[in-house]
């Protein structure tokens, strides 16, 4: 695959900004309404993390779904100051890490049943985020996993290791 002209001549991503960018947006919306919190920002791999340190989850919502909104907001806000699309991740009030913990026993007592009984285990559904961190799990047991269906009803299905069939 080549790139495009494009491609060539724009600037690499600079993470750092695109986390700056989306702390900038998040410290006014916070100031908005009048809602105190702490932001972090930090680059991992090949995403911007920013994260809101805050007693409330007022701003996760039910299921973390006011929290997806607002890192799709914030991805919107790099996006217009850059001309590029971010992979940014937000968390607020620790919600993703617990989340992410949640999701790994989850997907491990999942795995431990596709092991006991052969059979294939469907999860319920989940968002990328959510998704992303069960198949890390399952490809890390040696199993095999996809997802099935349609957003926002997306799940992962786990089956039995091709070879152990």
């Not at 992979?87 to 007592?109: F, P, V």
């Amino acid at each position: 695959m080549s790139l495009t002209e494009t491609e060539k001549t724009r600037p690499p991503v600079d993470l750092d900004a695109e986390g700056e960018i989306a702390a900038d947006y998040l410290e006014e919306l916070l100031d908005i309404i009048d809602m105190d919190g702490d932001i972090d920002t930090y680059t991992e791999g090949d995403r911007a993390h920013v994260s809101v340190v805050t007693e409330s989850d007022m701003l996760v919502g039910k299921n973390g779904e006011v929290l997806d909104a607002l890192q799709e907001l914030a991805r919107l806000a790099v996006l217009t100051d850059t001309g590029r699309r971010s992979r940014l991740m937000l968390d607020i009030a620790g919600y993703r890490d617990k989340r992410r913990k949640e999701l790994q026993l989850l997907a491990q007592d999942a795995v431990n049943e596709v092991k006991e009984s052969g059979e294939q285990v469907r999860l319920a559904a989940m968002n990328p985020f959510e998704r992303k961190i069960v198949h890390d799990v399952v490809a890390n047991a040696g199993l095999t996993s996809e997802s099935e269906g349609v957003e926002p009803n997306r799940r992962v299905v786990i089956s039995p290791a091709a070879d152990a069939e």
